[in-house]
């Protein structure tokens, strides 16, 4: 089991703070049931991780936009999906006559008269 020191790890990320994220995220990822690149020998995740970066046997650089893509709020499939939704939606109107209209309008005052809150 070979010890991982920040400064071996500094060498390929010499930002500190760069180099926390992208082993946590890296340690996700071999959470998750990504490929290990090097032996466990029976250490945790975020050495593992760390002992990646410093053996250079994964890329900074794909660590970073896959960081980057976790962190996003709105990913774009979420997006089309949506869009989609609204379009069938609109495909489909739903044809209601006065009377229809006029039921839902008292059910619902109805509704609201029983429970206040």
Known sequence: MARVTVEDCVERVPNRFSLVLFAAHRARQIS???ALT????????PV??????ADATVETEELRDGLVASLREVRPHAVREEEESDLLALEAPVLATEDDVLRALQQEQEAVR???Y
């Open 32 to 34: 998750g049931g990504a």
């Open 48 to 53: 593992v991780a760390l002992r990646e970066i």
């Open 114 to 116: 029983e429970d206040p």
């Open 38 to 45: 090097l032996d466990r020998d029976r250490d945790k995740d």
